[in-house]
């Protein structure tokens, strides 16, 4: 597993950027550069719930809301695959992916936030990753600062 780092500077106040990342409708827009029509589902979004991130095809990820400060951090705890809407059972690839992590950390600054994501994956991800979280990142900030 690979921690990836990505940071940006977003002209509007934490807990904009917060609503930003997490209101379900923000939430697709900023995630549509990894794949058109991202959604996440979830009973509650509170610590130690469980979250589907989706495909409109029901592809995606099943986690944990691992640790939430609201405004400041969340993080991820990837559990496994998801496959035509259902949790699958851990395999090889599935067992790859399993515990990793994925964090959101907002700082205040004089000109707003810094945002800091980490992300671990897996090593044939990290091209992809290194491409698609700068221009979701950039559409987050568009949302942020409007």
Not at 23 to 36: A, G, H, L, R, S
Not at 72 to 81: I, N, S, T
Request: with cysteine.
């Amino acid at each position: 597993m690979i921690k990836l780092t990505y940071t940006i500077s977003i002209n509007a106040t934490p807990e904009k950027v917060w609503k930003s990342l997490w209101q379900p409708d923000n939430y697709k827009i900023w995630t549509n550069p990894f794949c058109e029509g991202s959604y996440y589902k979830t009973d509650s979004f509170t610590q130690g719930n469980k979250i589907h991130l989706l495909t409109p095809s029901g592809e995606g990820m099943y986690s944990i809301l691992d640790r939430i400060d609201e405004n400041h951090f969340l993080a991820f705890k990837h559990l496994g695959d998801i496959k035509n809407f259902e949790e699958m059972p851990l395999s090889n690839e599935a067992g790859n992916w399993s515990g990793a992590m994925e964090t959101y950390t907002l700082n205040k600054t004089n000109s707003g936030t810094e945002l800091i994501v980490n992300v671990d994956t897996l090593e044939k991800y990290i091209d992809f990753m290194n491409t698609t979280f700068p221009v979701a990142l950039n559409e987050l900030k568009r949302i942020s600062e409007n």
